[in-house]
């Protein structure tokens, strides 16, 4: 199977900056599809960035000009920068993983990390 695990989180001040890196392990040839999700307090989780095996990526419009995703694919990682936190990126961050090939062939299922909090606090 699949484990991703978070690190990075923590308490930041408005302004500020951290990383957040994820790193997949197990059965893993590669993965095409890596994306951060976010839920903030009381609110639903949303896709903050997504970055393809190839390169491409898509970002939330929240995350724009701030937030940049990274993958490192032989390190089987995905990073992300996070400038100009705002006290509303306050969530739960969450890695996520698609499209996952195993020497037997592709997962069917998709995969989750168990979250890491980030707080933008003064």
């Known amino acids: 199977q699949v484990q991703l695990v978070e690190s990075g989180g923590g308490l930041v001040q408005p302004g500020g900056s951290l990383r957040l890196s994820c790193a997949a392990s197990?059965?893993?040839?590669?993965?095409?599809?890596m994306s951060w999700y976010r839920q903030p307090p009381a609110k639903e989780r949303e896709l903050v960035a997504t970055?393809?095996?190839?390169?491409?990526?898509n970002y939330a419009d929240s995350a724009k000009g701030r937030f940049t995703i990274s993958r490192d694919n032989a390190r089987k990682s995905v990073y992300l920068q996070m400038n100009s936190l705002k006290p509303e990126d306050t969530a739960v961050y969450y890695c996520?993983?698609?499209?996952?090939?195993?020497?037997?062939?592709?997962?069917?299922?998709?995969?989750w990390g168990k979250g890491i909090l980030v707080t933008v606090s003064s």
């Open positions: 996520h993983a698609a499209k996952i090939l195993s020497p037997a062939g592709y997962y069917g299922a998709t995969y």
């Open positions: 197990g059965s893993i040839v590669a993965i095409d599809v």
């Open positions: 970055m393809t095996g190839g390169g491409s990526t």
